[in-house]
Structures are given as C-alpha cells and as structure tokens.
C-alpha cells in the first residue's frame, strides 16, 4: 500500500496504539544512573564549594538531573570538576546518588531541599527535573495525543460527512447488483473507435472481390453491431466430383473374417 493511500483515521488507530506502546515501555526501564557514586553528604560539600576559575569561575557540580522517586528513593546524575593536582588542570566526572532526603532521617526529598536552594540562589543552584518520566504525566501526555489524532481523523471527518448529507445519500443509494456492477465495469466503446472499425471492415470488403455481396454505400453501423458484410468471407470450392475420385481407387482385395472371439479381416489367400 502506497502512503497516499493511507486514509486520516488510519493514523488515528495506529499511531496511539504504537505510542501507547513505547511509552509504557519506556516507563517499565529505570533511569540509568552514572558509574561514579557518591552519598548525598559529599554532594551537598561540592555543591556549596568554593567556584573553580578566577576570571570565569564556575561551579563544581554542573548539569544536575533530578529522576522521578522509585519506591520513594530518588537518582541523582551530576558532573563534578575534581582537581588534578599532578597535571595542573580539573577533570570533568561524571558522579550519582541514589537518596531519598539530603540529610537521613529527613522528612524533606532531595527534590524538595534542590527547589529551595535554588529559591535562594539562582544563580549558582542549578539543576532539571525529568517531569516526564513520571506516569501520571506521561499518560496525561498520551491520552492528549491520542485525543487529538482522534479528533483530526475520524470525529471532524465525520460530522463534515453528516452535515453534507452523507448518510441521507447513504441510506437513499440503490444497491447495485453484480450484473450492473459487471456491464459498468465494461469500457465503452468510443466514437472514434467505432469509426475506425467500420473503415477496416470497408476496406477488407473491397480488398477481397469474391467476398459474396457488396458493401452497401453509406449504409451506417452502430457500435456494439456487426454488420452483415462483415461476416466471414465464403470461398468457393473447386475441384473433381466425388465419384470420380472414387472410381479411381484401386480395387478392394478379397477378405475372410475369422476369429474364435470377434471376427478379423484376413486376406482371402489359399495355401497351395
């Protein structure tokens, strides 16, 4: 099936069953946390050192990512800038927790105790909370999505139907047999066809003068009709009578018809 094929309605059904799918796959996998971990303890003292940098200074932790609690225990990914001391430079590593609350023991979550440090300072606290994952969300998603493709494709395309008037016209159509249904499939037979097939027939006619009766000038041929000049031709048949052939056959030999079962022809030859 070509994709011009593919109707409004289709899209509908397929495409919230194939994201239906995906997303309660997706929300069957746990996030992925990074090789590096630490405890919340040593994530609080790097996220409140010191900047790195004199001219640019920048923070610590960098690229804080928040997932949605799992039987009530969050995942934390960051990056920290650790010093190497032998090189003179600082490395970018890649570090997580796993934690409910920063301090154990706290009724506060992790996610909680982030939003308010970065009430209080913006401009350093920074980090993205991964909303989406969670299922209630997700699923508010998809039954949005899947609302509107339902809208689009089968409820707009069917009132505009029914406000034409296309379940009167449905209602009111004949049904069509299947000999209609057969003689409508049958291509007609153009004018121009019919012309040509009446000039070919003309000119058979008078190519061949022992065709039997003349073609009648003028006379006219409808389509679908044979004409009677376009019968097949006749040819005359000349040759010796049939007798005569006969008469020059060769004589018939004489013959007995013996046999202790059913007769057979044997030649009438006596042995001396």
């Known amino acids: 099936m070509d994709f ?34 630490t405890s919340p303890m040593m994530f609080q003292q790097a996220l ?20 949605p609690p799992i039987d009530g225990l969050y995942t934390v990914n960051f990056d920290q800038l650790v010093e190497d001391r032998q090189n003179d430079r600082w490395l970018k590593q890649q570090w997580s ?4 609350s920063p301090n154990p023991g706290e009724s506060q979550s992790i996610l909680d105790w982030m939003r308010q440090l970065q009430k209080n300072d913006p401009e350093r606290i920074g980090f993205t909370y991964e909303w989406w ?20 494709g089968i409820v707009i395309p069917t009132t505009i139907w029914f406000a ?9 159509k004949p049904k069509r047999s299947a000999e209609d249904t057969a003689a409508a499939a049958k291509p007609a037979v153009s004018a121009a066809e019919h012309d040509k097939l009446t000039a070919m027939i003309g000119r058979l006619e008078d190519s061949n003068p022992s065709a039997g009766k003349p073609r009648t000038a003028g006379a006219a041929v409808g389509p679908g009709t044979v004409p009677a000049e376009a019968v097949p031709f006749s040819r005359n048949l000349t040759g010796a009578p049939l007798e005569a052939a006969q008469t020059n056959a060769a004589p018939e030999e004489d013959k007995d018809y013996k046999g202790e079962f059913y007769p057979v022809a044997r030649p009438n030859t006596k042995k001396e």
């Open 97 to 100: 927790f796993t934690a409910k």
């Open 164 to 172: 034409k008037g296309g379940a009167r016209e449905f209602i009111a």
């Open 48 to 67: 409140v050192s010191k900047p790195v940098g004199k001219e640019n200074p920048v923070p610590r932790v960098q690229n804080i990512r928040i997932y």
């Open 133 to 152: 994952r969670e299922p209630s969300k997700l699923t508010t998603i998809w039954g949005i999505f899947s609302g509107i493709l339902m809208l689009w």
């Open 4 to 37: 011009s094929d593919i109707k409004k309605w289709h899209l509908a059904i397929v495409l919230p069953i194939f994201t239906g799918v995906l997303i309660f796959s997706y929300l069957s996998l746990e996030p992925q946390a990074n090789a590096r971990t």
